[in-house]
């Protein structure tokens, strides 16, 4: 039963912290920390030191320079910390003595821990005035409750605990769809939404945000429409912006994905399950409990589809801030998962966040997800994606599909509650919890890669934190200036340069590997896995490309070997010359490399190729080799020495022609097989060969069969080359 005073201890809480300490004391001038140096810290006399008949000597002070000012605050912003030898050649550089230097980064470091106290002072002050008129609002609701039964007054010890705390929730999601609402009502040119008051409150399977019921005024029963199938591509190509009607029903799916994957990602067992023995942190959803916590969601699943869901944490060398960005803008996540997520469109904003930031950011969009192989097709969603900011500082960003908002076209695949939540750690650090929970029809996948797929390497959360963590590494390695790179590369510049262009050198191959509806793969001969592939595409006016006409061709097979093996042979130059046909058995040298990771593997190297061919005597490589728990690719790409040159010294790399080819090798999923980095257990591999040649340089030239010819030998013989040098090394 209530009591009437059950607030007391809220109101404890609240007076504690109206309480803080916050006076002029702690409120110390910038101005003074930026002009004081060491001579104005003064110890005062003792009592037996001082002569009463002679007055105080009055301080003095000395003021930086607005020179010395800049440097210091230059210095200060790459090390806060100084050591003696770093103050001593400050000071000397600046004409001041080292303990002046020590006493101003001293005034410095106080300044700023005092400026970030007062902006913690201010937003403690503002989360007590929420709390205390949430408080109010409370008292105010239960003096007017009703008796559930009889409809008549009710007295707070009528009202049972579970009954009271489900009123609470309820009425937060309530301030929570109208807060959203009126944001979203900014955008899309109508009046805020006044919602109905919510229902009396029964068990929590009547939760008046269970999306199932917004479905049903709507006349559909979500799960249903996905009873025929269209050709590759159309969803995404069919699929226009929301229509005003529509706007409210997103906003609704939008708050309560965002409850659900807070839920997923704190919740233990018996939502998620241990699934493996050896490793407590692979765990499996269990989908009866699912069921159960969730009973509507975005409606039951729909024939022939099965059910994925999978959850990983990592901590990663990126600040929160940088990482909301990426996932809220749609050519920096693109860019950042290419392996993953092959195109990405916004159809519409319905909110930009408030304060400045994407706090409260609602934005619908389409997007396509990949595994580098043309045997696995690519997975088209419609979503809607909300970012949010909790009360304990902590960002969520969440994507739902938005599916059963159409009615004329169908899906593959349905995203359920997905996405992840990042946690400021100290250092620019920050942890990050991902969930990626799926409704799939998976049946065109090729048999060689179903393990695979179904082992949650291949599209799920594992996948996305590997890549995250792996591409951190590699803009930490950008901006890091003490790694070296050998004599060829010999400025910082230089160096930014070779990394932005082996970038794109990746990006390009990631995005002509894969099964995307952006191009169409023609098989040469039979149905077999390790069959060749090929697609052409003209390059017209595109100054990262050749001009001409392009063939790509790909295949894919399966090697008994760890994926590890397969990844350190092909990037290895002493063993190039064993598959690469084009170096015609010359040596190949490496000019300079570039660790962008903590695994030795991670790397940017600049190879030439000593061939016994005067045409392509010294020829110059661009290879990058990148390796995670999930695969790893070797790529490179022929590049011309004047350019090269141009780049080397710092120039602009996007002029430059490139035509990558190279390796994605991937765990076959197997039990055994669950980690490409893990080279001592038994396992295969799954291994896509891709090439790219230009045929002709006259964009307006046919393609002759003599050229698909050619460029079918030359992989099927690289193939060939392959297999013998690993499966005899295996032997």
């Given at each position: 039963m209530?009591?009437?005073n059950m607030f007391d201890s809220h109101n404890?809480?609240?007076?504690?912290?109206?309480?803080t300490p916050e006076n002029e004391l702690d409120l110390i001038r910038d101005d003074e920390f930026e002009s004081k140096s060491g001579t104005d810290i003064m110890e005062a006399p003792s009592g037996d030191d001082q002569d009463p008949n002679k007055r105080p000597k009055k301080k003095q002070y000395h003021r930086?320079?607005?020179?010395?000012?800049?440097?210091?605050?230059s210095f200060f912003k790459e090390c806060p910390h100084p050591d003696d030898k770093q103050r001593k050649d400050l000071g000397k550089r600046l004409g001041l003595e080292p303990l002046q230097v020590k006493f101003w980064f001293q005034n410095k470091r106080t300044q700023m821990k005092s400026q970030h106290e007062r902006h913690e002072n201010t937003q403690l002050r503002n989360e007590n005035e929420k709390l205390r008129a949430e408080n109010i609002r409370y008292k105010e609701a239960l003096t007017t409750a009703t008796c559930p039964n009889c409809g008549g007054p009710a007295t707070i010890g009528e009202m049972s605990f579970d009954e009271q705390h489900l009123r609470i929730e309820n009425a937060r999601l309530r301030e929570e769809i109208d807060r959203i609402s009126g944001i979203a009502a900014k955008y899309v040119g109508?009046?805020?939404l006044n919602y109905p008051q919510l229902p009396s409150l029964g068990p929590p399977t009547r939760s008046p945000l269970d999306l199932g019921i917004t479905a049903a005024n709507l006349g559909h029963q979500l799960g249903e429409i996905f009873t025929t199938s269209t050709s590759a591509g159309d969803l995404l190509r069919s699929i226009s912006g929301p229509t005003d009607a529509d706007k409210p029903i997103i906003i609704e799916l939008a708050v309560a994905a965002m409850e659900e994957l807070i839920r997923l990602a704190q919740t233990g067992e018996p939502l998620w399950i241990q699934s493996s023995e050896n490793n407590p942190n692979e765990v499996l959803l269990n989908e009866e409990e699912y069921a159960r916590t969730f009973p509507r969601g975005i409606g039951p699943k729909s024939l022939g589809f099965k059910s994925e869901a999978s959850r990983e944490s990592a901590v990663v060398i990126m600040n929160y801030v940088n990482l909301v960005e990426i996932l809220m803008d749609v050519n920096q996540w693109t860019n950042f998962f290419t392996g993953i997520v092959s195109k990405a469109t916004i159809l519409e904003v319905l909110s930009t966040g408030v304060a400045g930031n994407y706090n409260g950011a609602l934005q619908v969009m389409t997007a396509e997800f990949q595994v580098p192989t043309p045997l696995v097709p690519t997975r088209e969603n419609y979503f809607v994606r909300y970012c949010k900011q909790h009360a304990d500082g902590a960002w969520a960003v969440v994507d739902v599909s938005l599916d059963n908002l159409r009615s004329t076209s169908v899906s593959r695949c349905r995203r359920r509650p997905s996405g992840c939540i990042i946690q400021e750690l100290p250092n620019g650090y920050s942890k990050v919890t991902w969930i990626e929970h799926v409704e799939v029809d998976d049946r065109a996948v090729h048999s060689i890669y179903r393990p695979l797929v179904d082992s949650g390497l291949a599209f799920g959360a594992k996948r996305w934190v590997a890549t995250l963590?792996?591409?951190?590494e590699r803009l930490?390695?950008?901006m890091a200036s003490n790694i070296p790179t050998g004599d060829v590369i010999t400025s910082p510049e230089g160096r930014k340069s070779m990394l932005k262009l082996a970038e794109r050198m990746v990006m390009s191959f990631c995005a002509g590997v894969g099964a995307s509806t952006a191009h169409t793969w023609t098989t040469l001969s039979g149905s077999g896995a390790d069959d060749v592939r090929v697609m052409t595409r003209k390059s017209i006016d595109d100054p990262g490309r050749p001009p001409g006409i392009v063939l790509s061709a790909a295949t894919s097979f399966w090697l008994p070997v760890p994926t590890k093996r397969i990844f350190d042979f092909l990037r290895d130059e002493n063993s190039r010359n064993e598959w690469d046909i084009l170096s015609n058995g010359g040596l190949v040298q490496e000019m300079a490399h570039i660790a962008n990771g903590r695994d030795s593997g991670n790397s940017v190297s600049l190879l030439r190729v000593n061939s016994g061919n005067s045409t392509q005597n010294n020829m110059l490589i661009l290879q990058e080799s990148c390796l995670d728990s999930t695969g790893c690719y070797v790529i490179y790409a022929p590049v011309d020495i004047a350019a090269m040159n141009v780049v080397l010294s710092g120039g602009d790399p996007d002029y430059v022609a490139l035509l990558p080819s190279g390796f994605a090798i991937l765990p076959d999923g197997s039990s055994n097989a669950s980690s490409a980095e893990?080279?001592?257990?038994?396992?295969?591999?799954?291994?896509?060969v891709a090439f790219q040649i230009l045929v002709d340089s006259v964009p307006t030239a046919k393609l002759s069969l003599g050229s698909v010819a050619?460029?079918?030998?030359?992989i099927k013989c690289t193939v060939e080359r392959i297999k013998a040098a690993i499966q005899g090394e295996n032997a």
């Open positions: 209530f009591q009437h404890f809480l609240l007076e504690m912290t109206r309480k930086h320079t607005q020179h010395q000012i800049q440097e210091l605050e109508k009046p805020m963590e792996r591409i951190c930490a390695s950008v893990n080279t001592n257990v038994a396992g295969g591999s799954l291994l896509t050619t460029v079918n030998s030359l």
